[in-house]
Each structure stands twice: as C-alpha cells, then as structure tokens.
C-alpha cells in the first residue's frame, strides 16, 4: 500500500513540473529539416542534405525566377507543348494568352505543370533555356546537391535536390513580397477567362493557423514533398519534408518544436554602444544600426559571448563603418554586424564623422 502511494506521489509531482522544451519531433518523412527564416539557423534536420527527388516543390524556383524576370504583367502564349505536358494541370488551352501573374498563381495554389511549362517558354525562351537560369540561380545560391532538369518537378534522373537546399531556396523566396503574398493566398480568381484556384497546401488553408504559405509535390516515385512557412510570436520557420507519408503532421510537429524550444532573442539592439576594442586598452562609442537577433534555447541564452574588433582598411568597408561585432555560441561564431559611428543628419556633423574615422586611423597606427 505504502508503495503504491509514494508511486501516486511520484506521478502527480510530474505532473507539476514545468516543462522547458520539447523532445525533437518523430517525423515520417526520409529527409527533413527546419530552419529559422531570418538567420538559417537549422533547429532540426533529418537526412537534410541527401539528394532526393523533389517533384513540384521544384515549381518554387520556377514562381521565384517569373517573378524576378520583370515580365509578370506581359501575357504568354501557350503552346501545344505546355498543354500536353503530362501531370497536374490548370487547363490552359492551345493558342490563349494568359499573364504570366495568372500563370504563377496557377503553378503555385493548383501545381499546374501546364503552367510551369509557359512560363518556361515565355521567361527563358525555351523551357532548356529557362532551365538553364533554374540552376545557374540555384549555384548562386549556393544549393550545392541541387540540379534542375525541367521546371515543374516531374520524375528525372538529373532532377533532384536536398531538404536543406529547398530550405536555403524557400528562405530567399520569402524575402521576395510578391512570391510571400502569392504563397500565402488561400485562392485567387483570374481576370483571364474563368479561372478560380484554391490552393492544394492544406497547412495554410485548414490545418495549421501558424502557416504562411508554401508548395505541395507527390509524384508515384517520389512520394509526398512539402516545403512550408509559419510564423508565430515574432519569429519565422520553414519546413521541407521529402518522402512523407504523412507530411501534414511531420510539418506541424517541427514547426510545434521550434517555437516550443527557441526563441528570437536580441544579441544587441538597435542603438549607441560603449565597446572595447579587443587588443586596445580602448573604450569606445559607436552605433548598431538594427537589432541583431538569432533563435536560442533558455539553455543557451547565457552561453553567447561578443567580441568587438577595430576596422584596419577603411577602404574595403561600407562608409562610417568603425568596427564588427561578433557573436558566439559556445565558441561557435553564430552572427557578426558592422559597428558604425553614430548617425548623423547635418553637414557641419558630417565633418565630425570624418574627424572620428581619423581617430580610429591613428588609434590602429594607420
């Protein structure tokens, strides 16, 4: 009896006690990563950088380098080739002209490949040509287990990429306003003939309140891709699931994960510091031009250390830089941000900003 009373105390004082953090998500994708939008960082990865198919989250490079062509308001004409392409469709017909803004809403909320293909054609001039700015764009930004074979993701065997580069792809998609507004629509109804599109991403329409936006993928030999963002309390994630059977959930319980266990914290913010220069008994003011944050657990919040460096070649830095700050994470350099002299607005201040940048060059012996 006496046992079995101290195990009742033991499971009710468990009850009670507070819970820090969450345990890494079980997911059932083969290949899975989470990063943090802002600074990359990864907060949970899974076979992240194994080369995979991809099916038609590829079509996420297709909407970004349509959008950054300048030509989202010309109309396309599509070509027998675009509505024959096998796969999902939007139904273009032969010989129509649709804006290539109608096109990429169809290739983001419907998956058309039909789609993909026209703006292939009209974007690249061909759909080798457009291919062609597919991985030179992808080299640039530096997915290095990524090679593009067509622009909408069917099965190739030069077609594939990695969780993590889809990732790396996504976060800079989303600094872009028009793909962050095109992703986040639930439908949208063309002025072309009759066209009216809901969108296929399930997180973003039912399922998740959190989610911005994203692109779904299945073929029969790939299986079920999904690249999504969400944003709560301040802080934005996206997630990428290659091969998963059950990707809606996978998708929930690493984006649950991150914001359970991480937060965006502020290494520095916005504003005038008094900072010493490593290696100078120097004490000196200078000037953070933006809040400097990165996403850390209550555990490592105290376990981030700065340290201040003095510019030396002013010339190889942008105008009233003074120095960099550098910030680690148990010895681990996470961020760095230029230091500058404070602002200032008038022209008789100006010359003062000058007289600093001499200061610093004879402090440095220059």
């Not at 992240?48 to 004409?77: L, V, Y």
């Not at 998956?111 to 001039?125: F, T």
């Not at 973003?204 to 779904?216: R, V």
């Not at 460096?309 to 680690?328: L, M, S, T």
């Amino acid at each position: 009896m006496k046992i079995v009373s101290m195990i009742m105390i033991v499971f009710m004082f468990q009850l009670f006690i507070p819970i820090s953090g969450q345990a890494a998500p079980s997911v059932s994708a083969n290949n899975a990563v989470l990063i943090e939008q802002s600074t990359g960082r990864v907060l949970y990865e899974k076979g992240a950088h194994e080369k995979q198919s991809i099916a038609s989250i590829t079509k996420i490079m297709t909407a970004i380098i349509a959008i950054e062509s300048g030509k989202m308001d010309e109309k396309a004409k599509v070509s027998r080739e675009a509505i024959y392409t096998e796969g999902s469709s939007i139904y273009l017909e032969e010989g129509e002209r649709i804006t290539t803004q109608d096109l990429v809403y169809g290739l983001m909320l419907r998956s058309g490949n039909d789609a993909a293909v026209a703006i292939a054609e009209h974007v690249g001039g061909s759909e080798e040509g457009f291919v062609f700015l597919m991985n030179e764009k992808a080299k640039w930004l530096g997915m290095t287990n990524t090679h593009f074979d067509n622009p909408h993701g069917l099965d190739s065997d030069n077609h594939y990429s990695s969780a993590y580069d889809m990732a790396i792809l996504m976060q800079y998609a989303m600094k872009n306003d028009t793909f962050k507004k095109i992703t986040g629509t639930t439908s949208y109804r063309s002025e072309n003939r009759s066209y009216a599109w809901q969108n296929k991403n399930k997180l973003l329409t039912q399922l998740y309140e959190y989610c911005t936006g994203g692109k779904t993928g299945f073929t029969k030999k790939t299986g079920r891709t999904l690249v999504s963002s969400a944003s709560k309390d301040g802080m934005n994630l996206i997630a990428v699931t290659l091969d998963a059977p059950d990707d809606w959930r996978d998708h929930i319980s690493m984006f649950e994960y991150g914001f359970t266990n991480y937060e965006l914290d502020s290494l520095q913010e916005q504003g005038e510091i008094n900072f010493n220069i490593l290696d100078l008994s120097e004490n000196t003011m200078g000037y953070f031009h933006e809040d400097i944050k990165y996403p850390l657990t209550e555990q490592e919040v105290n376990d981030v250390s700065t340290k201040n460096y003095v510019v030396k070649n002013f010339d190889e830095v942008g105008e009233g830089i003074i120095g960099k700050a550098i910030f680690y994470l148990h010895d681990e350099k996470i961020s760095e941000a230029p230091i500058y002299t404070k602002e200032i607005e008038t022209e008789k201040e100006d010359s003062l900003v000058s007289d600093i940048i001499q200061f610093y060059k004879k402090v440095i012996g220059m």
